[in-house]
């Protein structure tokens, strides 16, 4: 039996967030790019060589990135737009990540069901020549550190143009892009390099079938180099696509074994014997440590039907933190059962050498012992049990339908403008924040200090003209993990970073007991606002499914139970604020379709509970409160029945990088309720004209009804500067103000 160890990627952010704070400084001009590029290779080669340390085989390099890697493979294959190809160099690169005057940047979506976001390619003709320079030079340098471990990672061909825009039939396109994919490899071949990761997770989409062939003539083409080739998809099974996909002329399948029946398909019709296994059993997306005793059994079943594997994480340990051991804060039966990147290469390495026949009884052993004192630490909650028993078809409804309720509501001009919820978050509110963690200053100067942030913020609205108002959410440093850090049952990290875009990075929460509400969570803010201002305050909350998505959830309970847990919660936290007075409160779900299976087939069974854990956070509402949610950044055309079903008063969408495709394809299914059209893009620097604002709401118009229509940017603001915000929001406060009069004089 050949048994290897491999990964097919790793963090990329620097275990101390070095890249993100290279990044900034290099946009505030405190930092040139060769010592931007320097960081990033310093972080890149620590971590080749911490898998060497670990024993790990075949070492995936090349994944890391300044901003995000599906961007790089855009520009090495000469997939440049027309509207940024007078710029150069790291001009270019950040105008195609965040925009420039007059140049939108690169729609932003997320990389299939993870909360990682990618940038869309556009692929149009002509092409532009390719650089592979910088791979090539990659290799070289991980080659000199690793050696024959050194496994170059690369972008699939039909993954790219799955998830690419493009203005051409994609049979005019797949042989181009092919012979450049074939350039590339015949560029590495010199270098002796033994195989190379081509990374294809769209197999795992239920449309593969359809590309058959192009899947087949490609891979002919690309194996005619002669450098073994290992085909690595993860997310999810190849479902009916197996048979066809295992007889691709490649060296390797890697598949992932924690999502989905790849295990059923294997059993079912084996395996080629003139190709490498990658076993995909470690789980990449979350946090927990291995099961022996679940993992090992699958990997008996395996041996039988081939003997030629390799161990290897599900998926890139980009989804992960690096090191689990850093985490001195929490108690210690949880930290002992938290696996992050680090501890994945020794699971990994012990699973192979147990598989192998190599005594490793003592290791598992102690991580049966160490889950034992796990369950101990964190019993059920039999009130919480008792609550989930007891629900019934009430606790999901609002008391009146949308048309009965809606005029009950508050009455405000016709296109109503407010923001998704957050406002910058300076160094000083940061600091702030240290100050009070540290023990620097009291609870009482600590809540002093905020809610003179507060104050100001109501100010800037109330200048801008904006018709409803939100707090600003400076007490919060994460949309999910404010509301953890207040919920039993959720563990947080110090060091537990992992990258969600570009330099946005997010310590997700770990949901590690059952979940409890213990106090008020955002009334106390929420009244300092009030008390501010004559205009209606936002209450601000964190839905349930985005909580679970966001979040390292448990595996020993369903993903329904734990997000009708935060459910519960939340509900309470919709009634106190309602018996302060608000009458318009937010329960974003920005992660809804995150979590949407890749398979068709599997999504009701989600969406249903998905929805019902939204209604049943939002069912408590008065008929006067006003419900708001927010989604951004995904496609909602082929779920809007599901959207429907959430009966929120008002969703609010980004509409700024996809050329307004998310309302079309919300007014094309005929959606009733009212709508905050995302006319402006908040994740870049520029500040958006008035004409153009106004020519975004035109389009709103001329699309859905009048009374139909919110005006606010396509999500929140807390990662902007207030030099720019203040500017945009007057801008839109008067695009708005200008459409009024132009419907009013209309008649409409």
């Known amino acids: ?351 192979a050498q147990t598989l192998q026949g190599e005594d490793r009884r003592s290791q598992l052993q102690d991580i049966a012992t160490r889950q034992t004192a796990f369950e101990q630490f964190s019993p059920p909650n039999a009130q919480v049990q008792q609550q989930l028993q007891s629900l019934n078809v009430d606790a999901f409804e609002r008391l009146l339908p949308y048309t009965q309720r809606q005029p009950l509501q508050l009455q405000l001009p016709p296109f109503p403008t407010t923001t998704i919820g957050s406002f910058p978050q300076t160094s000083q509110v940061r600091k702030l924040r240290r100050q009070w963690k540290r023990g620097e200053i009291t609870l009482a100067d600590y809540q002093k200090a905020i809610d003179a942030e507060i104050a100001q913020c109501i100010r800037y609205q109330e200048e801008a003209g904006l018709d409803v108002l939100v707090h600003g959410e400076f007490e919060r440093t994460d949309m999910v993990e404010f509301f953890g850090q207040q919920l039993q049952g959720f563990a947080f990290t110090q060091h537990g970073w992992v990258q969600s875009y570009g330099s946005r990075y997010v310590r997700p929460p770990i949901i590690y007991g059952d979940v409890v509400r213990q106090m008020p969570m955002t009334v106390r803010e929420f009244n300092v606002a009030q008390s501010l201002t004559e205009k209606p305050i936002k209450g601000m909350l964190t839905g349930p499914v985005t909580m679970i998505n966001w979040s390292y959830p448990r595996t020993d309970i369903s993903r329904q139970e734990q997000a009708f847990q935060i459910a519960l919660a939340l509900r309470q936290e919709v009634a106190d604020l309602e018996a302060a007075g608000a009458t318009i409160i937010q329960i974003d779900e920005p992660a809804l379709r995150e979590g949407l299976p890749l398979k068709p087939e599997r999504w009701q069974d989600y969406l249903s509970w998905a929805v019902d854990a939204f209604r049943l956070s939002a069912g408590i509402a008065k008929p006067q409160t006003q419900i708001h949610t927010h989604m951004c950044y995904s496609e909602f055309g082929d779920i809007i029945q599901h959207i429907q079903r959430l009966d929120a008063d008002v969703l609010s969408i980004e509409n700024s990088r996809s050329n307004n495709e998310t309302l079309f394809e919300i007014t094309n299914a005929g959606y009733a309720h009212q709508v905050g059209n995302g006319i402006y893009d908040i994740h870049s620097p520029v500040i958006p004209t008035t004409e153009h604002l106004l020519k975004q709401l035109r389009t709103g118009v001329a699309n859905l009804p009048v009374e139909q229509i919110w005006v606010n940017p396509d999500c929140g603001l807390k990662t902007r500067h207030w030099d720019e915000v203040i500017p945009a929001l007057k801008n839109m406060v008067e695009a708005a103000k200008m459409l009024r009069e132009e419907t009013h004089a209309s008649g409409k």
Request: charged content about 25%.
């Open 1 to 351: 039996m050949s048994i290897q160890t491999a990964t097919v990627g790793y963090p990329r952010i620097g275990k101390n967030r070095e890249v993100k704070k290279a990044l900034e400084a290099f946009w505030s001009n405190k930092l040139d790019a060769e010592s931007l590029w320097e960081t990033v290779r310093q972080v890149e080669e620590t971590n080749w060589q911490t898998q060497r340390e670990a024993g790990i085989d075949r070492i995936g390099i090349g994944d890391a990135t300044l901003y995000d890697s599906v961007l790089d493979w855009s520009i090495y294959l000469g997939l440049i737009p027309e509207r940024f190809r007078h710029l150069s160099g790291l001009e270019q690169y950040f105008a195609m990540a965040r925009g420039k005057e007059g140049i939108p940047a690169l729609e932003m979506t997320k990389w299939f069901d993870t909360n990682y976001h990618y940038l869309v390619p556009e692929i149009s003709a002509p092409l532009q020549p390719t650089d592979f320079n910088p791979v090539l030079a990659t290799v070289k340098r991980a080659q000199y550190i690793l050696g024959k471990r050194a496994t170059p990672i690369i972008l699939g061909p039909m993954t790219l143009l799955g998830l690419s825009r493009l203005d051409m039939p994609i049979s005019e396109i797949i042989r181009p892009l092919c012979d450049r994919y074939v350039n590339l490899l015949q560029a590495l071949k010199p270098l002796g390099i033994e195989e190379v990761q081509i990374h294809e997770p769209a197999l795992v989409l239920g449309d593969t079938a359809k590309f058959k062939d192009d899947y087949e003539s490609t891979y002919a083409s690309l194996a005619q180099v002669g450098i073994p080739l290992d085909l690595v998809t993860y997310f999810d099974d190849l479902g009916e696509s197996y048979p066809w996909v295992i007889q691709l002329p490649v060296a390797s399948i890697s598949l992932d074994f924690t999502r989905g029946r790849n295990l059923d398909q294997l059993k079912r019709h084996g395996f080629p014997s003139d190709k490498r296994l990658g076993v995909g059993i470690v789980d990449g997306r979350n946090v927990w440590q291995i099961r022996p005793d679940r993992l090992l059994p699958i990997l008996d079943e395996i041996k039988p039907i081939t003997s030629n594997l390799s161990i290897q994480p599900s998926a890139s340990l980009q989804f992960v933190p690096y090191d689990a051991t850093r985490e001195t804060k929490l108690p210690e039966p949880l930290r002992n059962v938290l696996s992050f990147a680090e501890q994945k290469l020794q699971e990994v390495v012990i699973l």
